[in-house]
């Protein structure tokens, strides 16, 4: 619905812990996310209430210019791989439309960079 990325109850308040592992273990890791920029501060809260350490190359919050979030994460990677030169991405992604277009752009943009997709569900076993 139009006011989700605005609603911090959004965030989430329970732990994947895989993706936390992932998280945890990476040496250089980010945020990207599609919330308005206007949550920064409730996300970065509930990091700390998750015991989680803040992002080394930041928290990136959809500015809601007029571009979708699919394409505003895809040309943000494309930045940030360009800015830091990484040859490899991971890139977490729940919506896997938008995990494939990001894929892409950075293949074509950087074809040596190796990309890496995961599809993050919020399924419980």
Request: charged share 25%; proline share 5%.
């Amino acid at each position: 619905h139009p006011k989700y990325h605005k609603n911090p109850q959004t965030l989430g308040t329970e732990i994947n812990d895989v993706l936390v592992h992932d998280y945890i273990n990476a040496e250089n890791k980010m945020i990207l996310t599609g919330r308005d920029e206007q949550l920064r501060d409730s996300l970065i809260n509930r990091l700390h209430d998750l015991k989680l350490p803040i992002p080394n190359f930041g928290v990136y919050m959809f500015p809601g210019r007029n571009e979708s979030v699919k394409v505003w994460k895809g040309k943000t990677i494309a930045e940030v791989v360009n800015k830091y030169n990484f040859t490899e991405i991971h890139f977490y992604e729940d919506k896997i439309e938008w995990l494939q277009f990001a894929k892409e752009m950075v293949k074509q943009t950087f074809p040596n960079v190796l990309f890496f997709g995961h599809h993050i569900t919020n399924l419980k076993d």
